[in-house]
């Protein structure tokens, strides 16, 4: 994505300089009974409002108390009342010198009702699962760390899937150990796949509630991401079994949380702090102009594309950031977080952010990183720095984010689908691209603090899935629904390596059909199983969309944010029918955990053909050979074994089967003497094959 130019406001706005509080904000239970305190410094006055339910649409929905608020310190108003009121719904009116009265729901609230309507007081320590106190994330070395992005809904909506329908699409559904496709016990599904796969941190697309889907209508085949926040600090309600008591998609996210950690797993939350659902939101009614940023002229600033961009730079905005992830992380054992559109939330921010998740106890080990652009413009105080990419280097050496750079340089540009890259036919155009693209960016511009800074990936929930975007640049006239579907593929993936697209091995692609595909799916699996070695073997964050490892479709669709569960869950039996694929991807990340060395050592290009990127990084030597032709790499002979090899494995073979390198002996062109000590390895056309130097002398 481009990144668009950092913009200043030419004036301070004045709401900007309210003055801010430090102290609890919200609906607090104590021993007296029940506090409730809100900052609304232009406020004339604010009455409090009781509720026996929810929403106006239950019975018995009409008020069953008001409390008219004191003013307090700094802009806010409290009362207090001498009840224990879990379970009690409020709202606030808030009355302005103007006349205007709004109804807004409480921005700090922790539990909501149906839709989030209204806000409700809980008793957090009542929501929580059998054995929550000693629920903890796992503690994964950064060698370790493998990201595998998904969405609630994904993961469990195929009705194949094996997960009880009352679950399906739900938190609930993550608690299932054991699923396999339905009538076929062999094929694992759901969290019993993901441990199958290796990855060790599961990113869940927005959790918190959110407002594109209406929650009392949870059979109407709604779907959507969730990047629409109404309630920061609540859980989405339609992924819950009862979206109207609020303390049940409390207490079901963190069963869900719980299950993850079980299995072994970091939970990362994907949140959006950069923009809301709407400009007619509950920070807004409660202090009209001040959460989000407007441009000189008075217009609500879109550098998020959503028409509502918030103010992370204002006090009070900045401050309930660090208090909301601080708060995810401290009540829900949440081990990660992803910043959508971070380039359009402010440094400092950013930083106060690791500093809070730091004293918390095990809190170093939560991951921060994020988008480090925006759509377009944003409209900034004065003297802000963002956290976008020219902004990246101010960030805590902690605090990463995405790698556009090595995901355009290996699959193409991400903004044009006809674009290739350096594994789907440019590979010589694109080879010293993606020599620095595996050893982090070192000595080019933008270059991170540290290697785990970057997240390494070629595709996300957002623009065309890898395979898709395969199928865009490699199918000439452009993709068949063939393509998409990889030929009706039934068992095994590919023959032999692929010849030139449109030949060679296409006759032995998956299910050993061809019919109505354009392109070459056996040279499109090749790219695949390449963009995967380069991802999973480079310096940084390996991170992938979920079902990239059996070459997910979305049938060319690059925004399917809204589009029907059908097109974007999940589809397990694929997973089955890709299997070489699936195990490739296994091979990949288990080399990884394996090799720590791999997250943070220099990765030495090695001299090799133009369309070759070759690396070595301690014992192990990776290359890839975006060529047609077969390549050979000329290195040290210190006794290679070849423990990878993506043409086996895409053969169905095993991925390595003892294949030593052959010491032979060049002429020296100078001397006419024999240079001894020299080991020629054999690279495959269109394949990524990883060595390892033997630890005694094999000759």
Request: with cysteine.
């Amino acid at each position: 994505m481009t990144q668009p130019r950092d913009y200043q406001r030419s004036t301070v706005d004045p709401i900007s300089t309210l003055p801010a509080y430090g102290g609890e904000l919200g609906a607090r239970l104590t021993a007296d009974g029940t506090a409730f305190t809100v900052w609304a410094p232009t406020a004339e006055a604010v009455t409090l409002r009781l509720f026996a339910t929810g929403s106006d649409d239950e019975p018995g929905a009409r008020a069953i108390a008001e409390r008219p608020m004191a003013s307090g310190p700094r802009g806010t108003w409290h009362v207090e009342i001498p009840e224990w009121l879990a379970g009690v719904y409020y709202d606030f009116l808030v009355a302005f010198p103007d006349g205007t009265v709004n109804r807004v729901a409480d921005p700090w609230a922790r539990a909501a009702g149906v839709n989030g309507a209204r806000s409700m007081v809980v008793d957090l320590a009542q929501t929580n699962p059998e054995g929550w106190g000693k629920d903890r994330g796992p503690d994964i070395p950064d060698g370790e760390l493998v990201v595998w992005e998904t969405h609630i809904g994904d993961f469990s909506n195929d009705l194949d899937c094996g997960v009880p329908a009352e679950h399906r699409g739900r938190f609930l559904a993550f608690t299932h150990d054991g699923t396999h496709i339905t009538g076929d016990p062999a094929s694992p599904t759901c969290l019993n796949y993901l441990k199958r796969l290796g990855v060790t941190c599961v990113q869940l697309l927005p959790f918190y509630d959110y407002g594109s889907v209406d929650e009392t209508l949870p059979e109407d085949g709604q779907f959507n991401w969730g990047y629409d926040p109404v309630n920061y600090n609540v859980p989405e309600g339609s992924y819950s079994t009862d979206p109207y008591h609020g303390e049940v998609r409390i207490r079901e996210c963190k069963t869900m949380i719980q299950a993850l950690h079980r299995a072994g797993f970091k939970v990362i939350m994907d949140v959006v702090y950069n923009h809301m659902y709407s400009a007619d939101n509950w920070f807004e009614r409660m202090v009209p102009g001040y959460f989000c940023r407007r441009t000189d002229d008075g217009a609500l600033a879109n550098g998020s594309g959503c028409g509502c961009d918030t103010a992370s730079e204002h006090a009070m905005f900045g401050r309930y950031i660090v208090d909301s992830v601080t708060y995810w992380a401290r009540e829900y054992h949440i081990d990660g977080f992803r910043f959508d559109l971070m380039g359009l939330i402010d440094v400092e921010t950013m930083n106060a952010v690791r500093a809070s998740v730091d004293a918390l106890p095990d809190g170093r080990r939560i991951l921060l990183y994020g988008e480090p652009w925006s759509a377009t413009d944003s409209a900034v105080e004065p003297g802000t720095i963002l956290a976008n990419k020219g902004g990246v280097g101010r960030l805590d050496r902690r605090i990463g984010w995405f790698c556009d750079a090595t995901r355009d340089s290996i699959k193409g540009h991400v903004l044009y689908s006809d674009q290739a890259g350096f594994v789907n036919g440019l590979g010589r155009a694109f080879a010293p691209s993606v020599r620095k693209a595996v050893d982090a960016w070192h000595g080019a511009v933008g270059e991170p603090k540290d290697p785990m800074q970057l997240v390494q990936y070629v595709s996300a929930h957002d623009d065309l899935t890898l395979w898709d975007k395969l199928c865009a640049t490699m199918c000439p006239g452009g993709p068949t629904e063939a393509d998409y579907s990889a030929c009706g593929a039934r068992g095994g993936v590919a023959g032999e390596a692929a010849g030139p697209v449109g030949g060679g091995a296409a006759d032995d692609a998956v299910g050993g059909e061809t019919g109505g595909c354009h392109g070459d799916v056996a040279d499109m699996l090749a790219a695949n199983v390449m963009a995967a070695g380069l991802v999973m073997t480079a310096a940084g964050l390996p991170f992938l969309l979920s079902g990239e490892e059996f070459a997910r479709t979305k049938l060319g669709c690059s925004d399917s944010f809204d589009r029907p569960a059908s097109l974007n869950l999940l589809d397990w039996r694929r997973a089955v029918r890709m299997a070489p694929l699936v195990d490739w991807y296994r091979t990949l990340i288990a080399l990884r955990r394996s090799h720590p060395e791999l997250c943070r050592g220099a990765h030495v290009p090695l001299p090799s053909a133009d369309d070759v990127a070759a690396y070595r990084v301690d014992d192990l030597i990776m290359a890839a050979n975006a060529g047609y032709r077969e390549s050979a790499l000329d290195v040290a002979d210190d006794g290679w074994i070849m423990i990878a090899d993506s043409t086996a494995a895409l053969s169905g073979r095993a991925a390595s089967e003892g294949d030593v390198s052959v010491a032979v002996a060049p002429m020296d062109a100078g001397t006419g003497h024999d240079v001894r000590g020299i080991a020629r390895l054999t690279l495959p056309a269109r394949s990524f094959t990883v060595w390892q130097r033997c630890a005694g002398d094999t000759q």
